[in-house]
């Protein structure tokens, strides 16, 4: 995988969410940012990462998560900034529980490695404990989509948050996506190899 061996999870995220026809873009798009400094997206959403973890803490989640946005300059990211405060508002209102600790792993596969690194550890009043990937894009996160990494997810949880739950919080529309009842492991595995094998494709032909 030519200068970039353990690209972020979220990778996987935008493309199995991508509109079919638009991959060889996403994955360009993605290895330039991988390669430029500036561009990687957890510059951008940095500060919104860390203003949701003080939100989560805070008495006052809505000042918290006012200061970050007040502090962005630029017209677009804040105009980003303040759907990603409404969407998280919109879901903290129906959650009742606290942050935990929450670890890292690497997803490891025949055609590429993904470092797996939630964003978030929650432990929700009533269920298991939550390792949370956060997604900050305008598009909507698809459950269809969703599902392919939320199941790479669940295969490190050992080594992310033992005896917890896999989930992608998709934070501009407060929509918390857990793992599909609905596929059969079997299934799930057939559909990582097949994004996977396509995604790495792709990187490897552009590098």
Not at 101 to 117: E, K, R, Y
């Amino acid at each position: 995988m030519s200068s970039v061996r353990h690209p972020k999870l979220g990778v996987v995220v935008d493309f199995a969410n991508c509109l079919p026809g638009s991959q060889t873009r996403i994955v360009s798009d993605q290895r330039r940012m991988y390669l430029d400094e500036g561009r990687q997206p957890w510059a951008y959403y940095g500060p919104m990462v860390a203003a949701i973890r003080r939100a989560l803490a805070d008495p006052s989640p809505e000042a918290a998560l006012e200061l970050a946005v007040a502090k962005v300059e630029d017209s677009a990211k804040h105009a980003h900034f303040v759907e990603l405060q409404k969407g998280f508002l919109r879901w903290h209102e129906g959650f009742a529980g606290s942050l935990v600790p929450v670890g890292t792993g690497t997803w490891v596969g025949s055609d590429a490695v993904f470092d797996v690194a939630p964003q978030l550890g929650l432990r929700p009043a009533k269920g298991p404990k939550l390792a949370v990937q956060l997604y900050m894009k305008e598009p909507e996160l698809r459950p269809d989509a969703a599902a392919v990494p939320l199941h790479m997810m669940r295969s490190v949880m050992d080594q992310v948050l033992p005896d917890g739950v896999p989930a992608i919080f998709d934070v501009r529309r407060g929509k918390l996506l857990l793992p599909s009842r609905r596929r059969s492991d079997k299934r799930l595995d057939a559909d990582v190899a097949g994004v996977v094998a396509h995604w790495s494709a792709i990187w490897r032909a552009i590098a």
